[in-house]
């Protein structure tokens, strides 16, 4: 079982980026996933997820109408669209997966992970 996660780069505030988390060894369609991000010295956090019916999304508050989280189960990818970034979102990005039909928002509920992508929001 494994997640990798691409697409972090050094943007401008303002700027987009689009994550993608590819899974292996496993359908991803069974999973709910969950993409998570640490800054230095700080706790990881929940930005968003979706469920396997590809509806059903969450998203954090700092986030909202600017990611927007989707699926390809075919490709086994995961994407997070990242839109109008700020500085504050300056930090590694990590996809997770967890096979249930609900959404969970905390890092421990999560039983698989990727080794992170690094996004820098800087001018």
């Known amino acids: 079982v494994q997640l990798v996660e691409s697409g972090g780069d050094l943007v401008q505030p303002g700027g987009s980026l689009r994550l993608s988390c590819v899974a292996s060894?496993?359908?991803?369609?069974?999973?709910?996933i969950g993409w998570f991000r640490q800054a230095p010295g700080k706790k990881r956090e929940g930005v968003s997820y979706i469920v396997t019916d590809d509806e059903t999304t969450y998203y954090a508050d700092s986030v909202k109408g600017r990611f927007t989280i989707s699926r390809d189960n075919a490709q086994n990818t995961v994407y997070l669209q990242m839109n109008s970034l700020k500085p504050e979102g300056t930090a590694v990005y990590y996809c997770?997966?967890?096979?249930?039909?609900?959404?969970?928002?905390?890092?421990?509920?999560?039983?698989?992970w990727g080794q992170g992508t690094q996004v820098t929001v800087s001018s």
């Open positions: 997770a997966a967890e096979r249930t039909i609900v959404i969970h928002t905390t890092v421990a509920e999560y039983d698989y």
């Open positions: 060894g496993f359908t991803l369609g069974y999973y709910a």
